[in-house]
């Protein structure tokens, strides 16, 4: 036994892609890495929020030890269901301006939740090649059959469509609105037209990486694109911008329903702890407003991903605030990694199995917090390093 885990690590070692768990003492935006403060370039805090030290005090002033629950003891279908669920649920149908919303513990228990409770042996599920982890296994652990398409490649999806769907009961069309490892987006007008060709045809848009940051009020790109109504499983999750935990979909009356009585990963777990929820309606009603450092965050972004698309060639197109550098050996994007973290900017190497081999790559995620000084440095160290490879 002790054998095979050791002879796997070691290819895992000697493949380059041998991870650890770092233990890191933050400071706002700032992370204490070998001896110094590093501008975390890591994280999905897009707006900022969770390093906000006034929020957590305004947050704290209006908490007293009655709301401060820590543990809610059961599974919502139990008594884990307080209150504050109905508040955030009924806040998050209003925004959305859609029938209903369900809240979860977090998008991985939503991506793997409701692909398989809302599909049988007779549907067909599509997703894109690059979807996330937890999506993929959503499908695994689906009755369905699943195609993945090529990235962002509608034709193929369209053909699929035309051979396959009278030969299933319902087909689901999966996919992200900006994709987590390229930054990239999916065009989701199109999406929307495709499906309406089809009775039998849904749409689940996993909006991780959008929410907070897009869209007017940040409820992600369906409403900046004003489909909201037309996505049937619109994903969002309260982990990234929203600097809480859990998750929720946006979606109508039956369809919460029926996951309520059929969802695995809502039944058979403990419902979030109130003053969790708490924090994430206090946030979610602060981060609506934040339309300037939406507009700083696109700004920098543009900055970041204009010149470095030209390095990553037509494959690799971001056009939000993750912005890849693809490298293409392991070792050169640890390598590289460590050289920009040495000019003061905490930023990490993503290596296969999370991306496809041979596209290991700086993976930076801006943050509101990121000012535009930090930015215009970060790309001349980038381009730098580049001309010296
Ligand atoms: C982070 C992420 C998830 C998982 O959300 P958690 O709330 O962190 O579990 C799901 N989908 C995508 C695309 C993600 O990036």
């Not at 401060?68 to 599974?75: K, L, P, R, T």
């Not at 982990?239 to 600097?243: E, N």
């Given at each position: 036994m002790k054998n095979i885990f050791q002879n796997q690590l070691s290819t895992i070692i000697h493949n380059g892609n041998y991870r650890t768990l770092s233990t890191l003492v933050h400071k706002k935006n700032k992370i204490y890495y070998e001896d110094r403060w590093l501008l975390n370039l890591?994280?999905?805090d897009y707006l900022g929020l969770a390093s906000n030290i006034e929020l957590r005090n305004e947050f704290l002033e209006g908490l007293t030890a009655e709301h401060?629950?820590?543990?809610?003891?059961?599974?919502r279908l139990l008594t884990g269901n307080y209150d504050v669920y109905n508040r955030l649920e009924s806040r998050l149908a209003e925004l959305y301006e859609s029938e209903s919303a369900l809240v979860f513990n977090s998008g991985y228990h939503a991506n793997i939740g409701i692909l398989p409770a809302v599909t049988t042996r007779k549907s067909l599920i599509l997703a894109d090649k690059l979807v996330h982890a937890s999506l993929i296994d959503g499908i695994r652990l689906s009755d369905a059959q699943c195609i993945r398409y090529r990235h962002n490649d509608y034709a193929q999806l369209e053909q699929i469509l035309d051979t396959k769907?009278?030969?299933?009961d319902i087909v689901i069309i999966v996919t992200e609105s900006?994709?987590?490892?390229?930054g990239d987006e999916a065009e989701l007008n199109r999406l929307v037209e495709i499906k309406n060709n089809y009775q039998n045809v849904m749409l689940y848009v996993d909006e991780a990486h959008a929410v907070g940051v897009r869209g007017k009020q940040g409820l992600g790109c369906c409403e900046e694109r004003g489909i909201i109504s037309k996505i049937d499983f619109l994903v969002g999750t309260f982990?990234?911008?929203?600097?809480s935990m859990g998750a929720y979909v946006i979606c109508t009356r039956r369809c919460r329903d029926f996951l309520i009585n059929t969802m695995r990963t809502l039944i058979f777990t403990t419902a979030l702890p109130p003053v969790n929820l708490e924090w994430t309606l206090f946030i979610l009603n602060k981060a609506i407003l934040m339309s300037d450092k939406r507009m700083h965050l696109h700004k920098i972004s543009q900055i970041l991903y204009t010149p470095l698309n030209r390095l990553n060639g037509e494959q690799h197109q971001s056009c939000s605030h993750i912005v890849p550098y693809i490298v293409g050996a392991s070792e050169r994007a640890s390598h590289l990694a460590k050289e920009i973290q040495k000019a003061g900017f905490y930023v990490l190497p993503i290596r296969p199995p999370t991306v496809p081999?041979?596209?290991a790559r700086l993976r930076i995620s801006l943050t509101a917090d990121c000012s535009l000084q930090d930015t215009k440095e970060l790309l001349s160290i980038i381009m730098k390093e580049d001309k010296s490879e």
């Open positions: 890591s994280s999905n401060f629950i820590a543990g809610s003891s059961s599974s769907t009278s030969h299933f900006i994709f987590s490892m390229d982990g990234k911008a929203f600097a081999l041979g596209t």
